[in-house]
């Protein structure tokens, strides 16, 4: 006979069996059923050939995928395993990731060169990629804020682009199908 010990569940004084850990009562079963499973398998095999074999985000898959940049980015953090913002601000932080300080996006023929990497933590690249994203929301808007309302002007000459504030109105939903933004710039 097998040694007995108590329910792992809280307060449960059931004795079970010692290679279980909870009593019938309290045991938790997920419902895998084989063709669920098999659909998700399905799912996520489509979504990742679609992703790697997409018009825009396939070539930076596959580049981020390839041996030529995996044999760099480890030899980089390598040879610089601090994060280089945090180490500017004083402090030392173990970097996580090499990242691109001129975007891929932005030029594809500096992917492999030297001069154009940095070691940052997970935090530090977050920072940078949400300051980036926001940077160019903000430039569209002023494009296409400045192609609707102004054809042919200018605004290059400001020193820094304006704040934007967005106000959608959902009753106009129901006839476009869409959102109708209205643009107020406010200069400061």
Request: contains cysteine.
């Amino acid at each position: 006979m097998k040694p007995r010990h108590l329910c792992n569940y809280p307060g449960c004084m059931e004795l079970i069996p010692y290679d279980q850990r909870y009593c019938s009562k309290h045991q938790y079963h997920k419902p895998i059923d084989l063709a669920d499973k098999q659909e998700r398998h399905r799912i996520n095999k489509a979504t990742y050939r679609k992703r790697m074999n997409s018009k825009h985000e396939g070539k930076y898959q596959r580049f981020y995928r390839s041996t030529a940049w995996q044999k760099l980015s480890h030899r980089w953090l390598m040879t610089h395993p601090l994060c280089v913002k945090c180490e500017a601000k004083g402090t030392y932080r173990k970097a996580d990731l090499v990242d691109h300080v001129i975007e891929l996006r932005d030029d594809w023929s500096k992917r492999l060169d030297k001069d154009n990497l940095q070691s940052l933590c997970y935090s530090c690249h977050n920072k940078k990629t949400w300051q980036k994203k926001e940077k160019d929301e903000r430039k569209i808007m002023l494009e296409k804020y400045n192609s609707f309302f102004t054809p042919g002007y200018d605004i290059s000459w400001q020193s820094e682009p304006p704040t934007l504030i967005f106000i959608k109105f959902h009753f106009c939903q129901i006839i476009t199908n869409s959102y109708i933004k209205l643009l107020i710039i406010i200069y400061f």
